[in-house]
């Protein structure tokens, strides 16, 4: 562990000099070799590590914003694809398909554009004049797609703990605006200085075209490795409301999901009624099982044998969010791909009956969440699920002396 620690703390220092030597001048070439030494085997996640403490050192994010070219030059044609027995990417709806379409889009735009900037080069007329500036004005709409990317996606990537790169990129996505608006304020000029137009024309289309590189080879594969399906259902059902980049979604998506009734039908047992519930210590009806759940100081959530989430209480205060998308939903889609072989070693402990339970213990601002997994038994032993019970357990810490019932 030592040495791993140490080698990360030698990278940190050389990717420090290298960001020095940029901010001295250095092209990404002179110093491209040197950064594809320091990270080769490790991953993208470590790199964005790496940059994270860096800031949490005290290193501007603007200086870590010099890196971004040096990324996209190393890792041009080099990053693996993420092999996934089903890629919902691909699937019409999905947030990140969506992203590559405008991406294509812009691209096509771009060329587009460029072209229209060689014609009026040689031909300055009001006509092809008129073209650019409307080939500008759709290069705009690119606004919607880093408004998405700022305000839906960033912040769960910034849930856990992805917060270099986001910051960034950001700074980017701002320089590309400036850009943009650098060559629209130009078209309101009464006589336009066509080398003027050309040069800062070039500047605009040149970042959106690195933009798209990037989100593309870094940003994307990052996401997918990272976010869950529910929050990629979150970002698509929010997404609307900033609108989309020259295209629009031609399809929703919709993660794959068991229907939890059918399948109770398909095991010989019947749906829950109207009517009493028989406990081997009393009788309830289906409202009050349901009240006394989410009464409960804690929250519950229960998973089956075949691994899907079927039941969640609703207490007034949950600690973690439960949209009720998560019901019929594989567990392993509800929790970021890099984790979900760790939710898969719990579940199979508590299957094989290697274990009872599994307990975790984090702090959360002024919660304390204690995470307990259960399993689920029948009397005669055999496995039935898994039951996730969490609760803020700093109010009880903060307990002292006794409190009786005749207590005032």
């Not at 650019?132 to 797609?145: N, P, S």
């Not at 976010?227 to 998506?253: A, C, H, M, N, R």
């Not at 038994?377 to 039951?387: M, Q, S």
Request: hydrophobic content about 35%; glycine content about 6%.
């Amino acid at each position: 562990m030592s040495e791993l620690i140490n080698n990360r703390e030698y990278r940190q220092k050389v990717l420090k000099g290298l960001i020095k030597e940029l901010h001295e001048g250095k092209s990404v070439e002179d110093v491209k070799s040197r950064f594809e030494e320091l990270i080769e085997g490790i991953s993208t996640s470590e790199i964005v590590e790496m940059e994270n403490a860096l800031v949490k050192e005290g290193l501007p994010v603007e200086e870590i914003q010099r890196l971004c070219d040096v990324h996209a030059a190393v890792f041009k044609g080099s990053i693996e694809e993420i092999h996934r027995k089903q890629k919902p990417e691909e699937t019409p709806g999905h947030p990140v398909h969506t992203f590559r379409k405008e991406n294509t889009a812009l691209k096509e735009l771009i060329a587009e554009i460029r072209n229209d900037l060689a014609v009026y080069k040689t031909d300055n007329t009001k006509k092809n004049l008129k073209k650019l500036r409307e080939g500008f004005e759709k290069l705009w709409e690119v606004d919607k797609h880093y408004l998405r990317k700022e305000n839906l996606l960033f912040p769960y990537l910034e849930k856990y703990g992805v917060t270099t790169p986001p910051k960034v990129m950001w700074g980017v996505d701002d320089e590309i605006r400036k850009n943009i608006k650098d060559v629209l304020n130009l078209f309101e000029s009464d006589k336009v200085n066509p080398d003027e137009l050309e040069k800062k024309a070039e500047t605009a289309l040149g970042s959106v075209d690195e933009m798209i590189y990037k989100e593309e080879n870094i940003l994307f594969p990052l996401a997918l490795d990272t976010l869950s399906e529910d929050e990629w259902l979150k970002i698509q059902e929010e997404s609307k409301e900033f609108g989309y980049t020259l295209v629009k979604p031609k399809g929703k998506w919709k993660p794959v999901r068991v229907d939890v009734e059918e399948k109770l039908l398909e095991e010989g047992e019947e749906p829950s009624n109207d009517g009493y519930l028989s406990f081997e210590t009393g009788v309830l009806t289906p409202d009050e099982v349901s009240a006394i759940f989410n009464t409960l100081p804690l929250d519950i959530t229960f998973v089956d044998k075949d691994g899907i989430v079927k039941y969640f209480s609703m207490g007034k205060d949950r600690i973690f969010a439960r949209p009720k998308t998560v019901l019929g939903r594989d567990v392993k889609n509800c929790h970021p791909p890099k984790s979900v072989h760790v939710v898969e070693k719990i579940v199979e402990d508590l299957k094989e009956g290697r274990k009872d339970h599994e307990d975790f213990w984090i702090k959360m601002g002024n919660r304390y969440a204690f995470i307990r997994y259960f399993a689920v038994r029948d009397e005669k032993g055999k496995f039935l699920g898994v039951l996730e019970v969490t609760q803020d357990i700093k109010p009880i810490q903060e307990i002292t002396g006794e409190k009786r019932l005749l207590s005032e």
